[in-house]
């Protein structure tokens, strides 16, 4: 069964870097998501990406962040100037998209998650 | 915004007894709504979902969740516990265009 991946699966950041996480999403998906889950924490909602640019995002996904598809397989997460409060899982998910005649295309499917990335700012 | 509550950090049965992992909604409009579960160290993969339709929704490993409109319920069940279904269990709905709420989870702990 195809799978959402990430790398790396766990990175070590300095405090101030930047640091870019990787996602290979499934391949026939067209919608891209990005989350992330805080040691002990629900899994928070940061932003969806569709046709090259951002559908929605929460009021976690300041500035500092910033999402891209740079060729037609990886999906990257950028923070520009990590914090210690962005020590995190960080996961990647997909899903197909599903059109709906008269409306704009849309989708409901389940979204696929990889197995995240650890990320530790020191 | 739409929103997802489950009451129960932890849920304790016996392998070979039934469980119940309890979640209820609350939506404007058609209610959208998962379970997902999460093991160690691993992401989150997909059990089930309600759109439309038939209110006894079946998912992957034996699970199934029953929609309750008029309760805005949405509780994870399976017949017989496994040791290995001791996990993390999310509720959600989706709340937006794309974005998925998640509950704060309810672990799962089969005693053998």
């Known amino acids: 069964e195809p799978e959402v991946t990430q790398t790396p699966s766990h990175q070590v950041t300095q405090m101030g870097q930047e640091v870019i996480l990787r996602c290979v999403p499934i391949s026939n998906h067209l919608y891209f998501y990005w989350y992330r889950q805080i040691l002990g924490q629900k899994v928070e909602f940061l932003v969806s990406?569709?046709?090259?640019?951002?559908?929605?995002k929460s009021e976690i996904f300041d500035d500092q962040f910033s999402v891209e598809r740079p060729d037609g397989s990886n999906f990257t997460l950028k923070i520009r100037s990590t914090k210690l409060e962005d020590s995190a899982m960080y996961f990647c998910?997909?899903?197909?998209?599903?059109?709906?005649?008269?409306?704009?295309?849309?989708?409901?499917?389940?979204?696929?998650f990889g197995d995240g990335t650890r990320l530790s700012i020191l | 915004a739409q929103s997802v509550a489950q009451p129960e950090d932890q849920v304790n049965v016996a392998e070979g007894n039934p469980l119940t992992v309890k979640c209820t909604y609350s939506?404007?409009?058609?209610?959208?709504l998962f379970w997902y579960v999460q093991y160690p160290n691993r992401g989150l993969q997909f059990l089930l979902k309600y759109i439309t339709g038939d209110n006894l929704v079946k998912g992957s490993y034996g699970f199934e969740a029953e929609f309750n409109k008029s309760q805005t319920s949405f509780h994870l069940k399976k017949p017989s516990a496994l040791v290995s279904d001791s996990a993390l269990y999310f509720c959600a709905v989706r709340d937006g265009y794309q974005k998925v709420t998640f509950g704060t989870g309810t672990k799962l702990q089969v005693i053998p």
């Open positions: 939506v404007s409009g058609n209610p959208y």
């Open positions: 998910a997909s899903s197909e998209a599903r059109s709906f005649p008269g409306t704009n295309l849309y989708s409901n499917q389940p979204q696929h």
């Open positions: 990406f569709y046709n090259n640019e951002i559908s929605e």
